[in-house]
């Protein structure tokens, strides 16, 4: 149980473009996840909280008109970047809690951004 | 948050304890200390938490001092798949709602064969 997914798992795209990333909680409902970004041989850092059915609350320095969050069920959430350029890949690594009663989150496999 | 503080890397033999020490001295009474793992390229997973008890799953112990501003991570048999990052983390427990995982730096643990 508590599994997340992400997709897609790799992505390449052309300066400009916006990518969407799915996040889903594959066998629970969640209704909070979070969305992280990890540049290479860095630790994680939190984007943005998303709550099923209200606005997200980004973290200070992160441009909430640049990373589109969507959380329109208790089972999906969404983080689309707009137009990425090359500093924007990274590996972006999505989480979801497991409910009432469990502050324990589960994390989905990560998705791997690259803007050329 | 409570910071925490971990050693940079450590290695240890496979089949051989691991033992990953995490300080956390300005702990208050409600927050808990869980610990993730993240193997390379992939997202971290869970493996225990607690708060003042020591607690056992099919993963891993966790014991926590009397204090609780430190605690150890023990991998009883490590193999080469537990090569990972390990971050410790100490946060308060949120019936009701999430609270956020704040990542430090982490142990990168190498199990030799």
């Known amino acids: 149980g508590a599994v997340v997914s992400q997709h897609p798992s790799r992505v390449i795209c052309k300066s400009g473009t916006s990518v969407k990333i799915e996040c889903r909680s594959l066998?629970?409902?969640?209704?909070?996840m979070f969305w992280y970004r990890q540049f290479p041989k860095q630790s994680l850092m939190l984007m943005a909280t998303s709550n099923e059915g209200s606005k997200a609350t980004y973290e200070q320095g992160v441009e909430k008109d640049k990373f589109l969050i969507n959380h329109a069920s208790l089972t999906l959430s969404t983080l689309t970047v707009t137009s990425a350029h090359p500093e924007d890949s990274s590996f972006y690594i999505c989480?979801?809690?497991?409910?009432?009663?469990?502050?324990?989150?589960?994390f989905g496999p990560g998705t791997r951004l690259t803007v050329l | 948050d409570a910071k925490t503080t971990q050693p940079p890397s450590m290695d240890c033999a496979e089949g051989r304890a691991a033992n990953l020490p995490c300080n956390h001295s300005?702990?208050?009474?409600?927050?808990?200390v869980y610990w993730y793992r993240q193997i390379h390229s992939q997202g971290p997973q869970y493996i225990i938490h607690g708060l003042k008890n020591n607690e056992t799953n099919e993963m891993a112990s966790l014991i926590i001092t009397e204090d609780r501003k430190s605690s150890t991570l023990i991998l009883p048999h490590a193999t080469l798949r537990d090569t990972a990052v390990y971050y410790c983390?100490?946060?308060?427990?949120?019936?009701?709602?999430?609270?956020?995982?704040?990542f430090g730096s982490g142990t990168r643990l190498s199990i030799r064969p």
């Open positions: 989480s979801a809690r497991l409910g009432q009663g469990s502050d324990t989150q589960y």
């Open positions: 066998d629970f409902q969640a209704t909070t």
């Open positions: 983390i100490v946060r308060v427990f949120q019936y009701s709602s999430a609270s956020k995982i704040i």
């Open positions: 300005t702990i208050s009474g409600n927050e808990y």
